[in-house]
């Protein structure tokens, strides 16, 4: 009999209704159908805790049966991670674990919560999670599953005062939380933030490790983002890590949307596994999903490193195939402008980058060979994985990056495209830096640097060739393809400056080969401080005597 009165309840919780479409991210419901659901729930709801079984002595909970869904938001084609409704503290991949490492779940016990009974629970009532440890302090329970670029999350919580609700890895230092203050106001975190925001146009300050902390509650809705000590709550939570600036932050509170942030650069590449729940409250019914078929991600960067009349040298970052992996890389070229061809564009079939295996660093450079003289070409990549099937997975296109052959003779050295000044600077020097190439022959090159106060444009020839500091010219060479840094001293205070260099071959005014002009490398020197004051004269012995209450004593 009690089988059948909670059968009959369930028809009332589902109404008889449609599904609602879940072709998108819902943020609104239809008026009638909303509350049609809400009249048909609490019908159901009421006859559920009329349903008594005769060998039990508590309400009826059926199995993994949400009573009010807590997923509304939940895109279409997001596969279930977890359902956990609270009947337990550990398993399905829960466990309870120190938040302060990223890539490993540190097991401790025991835990700071019990599984307490609320027959109010909106959920999969009456079981439900209660912390009873310190606000905030570890262990927290926490769920383990693959990396991911995508997520979508959400529990019934119910609190009594300031509580952290969600802690999430991004990437290998960064941390988001999710928290409501005394006041109930939500304030969403991102700790280690110059990673994933730009400092400069959020709430930041810096925590005693020096780390930036910054809180973006500014987007939070005060009218409906609030919640209610001793009520319950859905949370839902969609993230998304970007691929440049694409990254998303969106937050609903009882079906309501209260944070949106989108276009930001959570340019870290994916979601660490580990999903915390915060230390606080009451949790019920906790669900994560993510998409079914998860895309690569985008290779965010392609920058120049240097070009001949008919080849140029790129480096990329690498990108996640969407499964925690490395990915695999097609690259293509077209006279410039790409934009809008990727179709027709040509495949890199000469140079190294014709074949792009994934290595496990963070990124590799590759050259393209074949190309016209004088010629300015755009490059673009996209990456891929096979799945088991064999079926192609591609992730969005990359950005695309624009880079000129020289007019040099065959057999020139190449010419510098990533000379760069490094941010640390001083008021009479300047510290650059490049990739070396070879001279044409396949020996290090030997180079030459000059500067000019900014812009120097077109007017190499009377620029002033450096003669103090280690990027004296001329400049041998060490190994083509390596790294170096040399700084110019001699330079005036407060002044902007342009660099730019030339390799070349052979000596200068004799038998010299060079190549192409360097890209301009930009800087100014910084304003030394003003002197110290001189010190103070000291003090007259007749001012020394102190009184026995330990003040001066004039005479």
């Given at each position: 009999?009690?089988?059948?009165?909670?059968?009959?309840?369930?028809?009332?919780?589902?109404?008889?209704?449609?599904?609602l479409a879940d072709s998108q991210m819902r943020t609104t419901k239809s008026s009638q159908s909303y509350f049609r659901r809400l009249t048909l729930a609490a019908m159901g709801v009421a006859m559920l805790g009329a349903c008594k079984d005769p060998n039990a002595s508590g309400p009826?909970?059926?199995?993994?049966?949400?009573?009010?869904?807590?997923?509304?938001?939940?895109?279409?084609?997001?596969?279930?991670?977890?359902?956990?409704?609270?009947?337990?503290?550990?398993?399905?991949?829960?466990?309870?674990?120190?938040?302060?490492?990223?890539?490993?779940?540190?097991?401790?016990?025991?835990?700071?919560?019990?599984?307490?009974?609320?027959?109010?629970?909106?959920?999969?009532?009456?079981?439900?999670?209660?912390?009873?440890?310190?606000?905030?302090?570890?262990?927290?329970?926490?769920?383990?599953?693959?990396?991911?670029?995508?997520?979508?999350?959400?529990?019934?919580?119910?609190?009594?005062?300031?509580?952290?609700?969600?802690?999430?890895?991004?990437?290998?230092?960064?941390?988001?939380?999710?928290?409501?203050?005394?006041?109930?106001?939500?304030?969403?975190?991102?700790?280690?933030?110059?990673?994933?925001?730009?400092?400069?146009?959020?709430?930041?300050?810096?925590?005693?490790?020096?780390?930036?902390?910054?809180?973006?509650?500014?987007?939070?809705?005060?009218?409906?983002?609030?919640?209610?000590?001793?009520?319950?709550?859905?949370?839902?939570?969609?993230?998304?890590?970007?691929?440049?600036?694409?990254?998303?932050?969106?937050?609903?509170?009882?079906?309501?949307?209260?944070?949106?942030?989108?276009?930001?650069?959570?340019?870290?590449?994916?979601?660490?596994?580990?999903?915390?729940?915060?230390?606080?409250?009451?949790?019920?019914?906790?669900?994560?999903?993510?998409?079914?078929?998860?895309?690569?991600?985008?290779?965010?960067?392609?920058?120049?490193?240097?070009?001949?009349?008919?080849?140029?040298?790129?480096?990329?970052?690498?990108?996640?195939?969407?499964?925690?992996?490395?990915?695999?890389?097609?690259?293509?070229?077209?006279?410039?402008?790409?934009?809008?061809?990727?179709?027709?564009?040509?495949?890199?079939?000469?140079?190294?980058?014709?074949?792009?295996?994934?290595?496990?660093?963070?990124?590799?450079?590759?050259?393209?060979?074949?190309?016209?003289?004088?010629?300015?070409?755009?490059?673009?990549?996209?990456?891929?994985?096979?799945?088991?099937?064999?079926?192609?997975?591609?992730?969005?296109?990359?950005?695309?990056?624009?880079?000129?052959?020289?007019?040099?003779?065959?057999?020139?050295?190449?010419?510098?495209?990533?000379?760069?000044?490094?941010?640390?600077?001083?008021?009479?020097?300047?510290?650059?830096?490049?990739?070396?190439?070879?001279?044409?022959?396949?020996?290090?090159?030997?180079?030459?640097?000059?500067?000019?106060?900014?812009p120097i444009g077109s007017d190499w020839g009377s620029a002033t060739s450096v003669t103090q500091g280690t990027c004296k010219s001329p400049m041998p060479g060490k190994s083509a393809g390596a790294f170096r840094s040399c700084t110019v001293e001699g330079l005036e205070p407060g002044?902007?400056?342009?660099?730019?260099?030339?390799?070349?071959?052979?000596?200068?005014?004799?038998?010299?080969?060079?190549?192409?002009?360097?890209?301009?490398?930009?800087?100014?020197?910084?304003?030394?401080?003003?002197?110290?004051?001189?010190?103070?004269?000291?003090?007259?012995?007749?001012?020394?005597?102190?009184?026995?209450?330990?003040?001066?004593?004039?005479?």
């Open positions: 009999m009690a089988r059948k009165c909670v059968a009959d309840a369930t028809i009332l919780f589902r109404g008889n209704e449609p599904p009826v909970k059926p199995a993994n049966r949400q009573l009010v869904s807590v997923a509304p938001n939940e895109p279409a084609d997001f596969v279930t991670l977890t359902d956990w409704p609270m009947d337990s503290l550990t398993g399905g991949g829960w466990a309870w674990c120190s938040y302060y490492s990223a890539t490993h779940c540190q097991v401790t016990t025991p835990p700071p919560a019990i599984v307490a009974r609320d027959s109010s629970a909106p959920g999969s009532a009456p079981n439900v999670m209660q912390w009873i440890g310190a606000p905030g302090s570890p262990p927290l329970l926490t769920f383990s599953g693959a990396h991911r670029r995508e997520e979508y999350s959400a529990f019934w919580w119910k609190g009594s005062g300031a509580s952290s609700l969600v802690r999430r890895y991004i990437g290998e230092y960064g941390t988001m939380t999710l928290s409501v203050t005394q006041s109930g106001t939500l304030v969403l975190g991102l700790y280690h933030a110059p990673q994933l925001l730009d400092p400069t146009s959020h709430t930041c300050y810096k925590d005693w490790e020096n780390w930036w902390y910054c809180t973006i509650s500014q987007n939070v809705n005060p009218t409906i983002g609030a919640v209610t000590p001793g009520v319950w709550h859905r949370v839902e939570m969609y993230l998304k890590a970007a691929d440049l600036r694409d990254g998303i932050i969106r937050i609903w509170v009882d079906d309501a949307l209260v944070v949106d942030y989108s276009a930001i650069p959570l340019s870290v590449g994916y979601v660490t596994s580990q999903y915390s729940l915060g230390a606080g409250g009451l949790f019920d019914d906790v669900r994560i999903s993510m998409p079914k078929v998860p895309r690569p991600a985008m290779v965010t960067s392609i920058r120049p490193m240097s070009a001949t009349s008919t080849s140029v040298t790129l480096n990329f970052a690498h990108a996640e195939d969407g499964t925690g992996h490395d990915a695999s890389y097609v690259m293509r070229f077209a006279p410039t402008p790409i934009a809008g061809r990727w179709g027709s564009a040509t495949p890199v079939t000469e140079g190294t980058c014709a074949e792009l295996r994934s290595t496990g660093a963070a990124s590799s450079s590759c050259s393209v060979e074949g190309l016209s003289p004088g010629t300015s070409y755009d490059f673009q990549m996209v990456a891929y994985r096979n799945d088991s099937s064999g079926a192609v997975i591609y992730g969005p296109l990359s950005p695309v990056v624009t880079v000129s052959t020289t007019t040099a003779p065959a057999g020139a050295p190449p010419a510098i495209l990533n000379l760069g000044v490094y941010w640390y600077r001083a008021p009479r020097s300047l510290t650059l830096y490049f990739t070396e190439v070879d001279d044409g022959t396949r020996q290090p090159a030997t180079y030459e640097m000059r500067y000019a106060r900014s002044v902007t400056y342009d660099f730019q260099m030339v390799a070349f071959r052979g000596t200068p005014d004799v038998d010299a080969v060079f190549g192409g002009l360097s890209n301009v490398a930009t800087a100014t020197t910084t304003i030394p401080l003003p002197p110290r004051p001189p010190e103070p004269p000291p003090i007259p012995n007749s001012l020394r005597w102190r009184s026995r209450w330990g003040g001066p004593v004039l005479h």
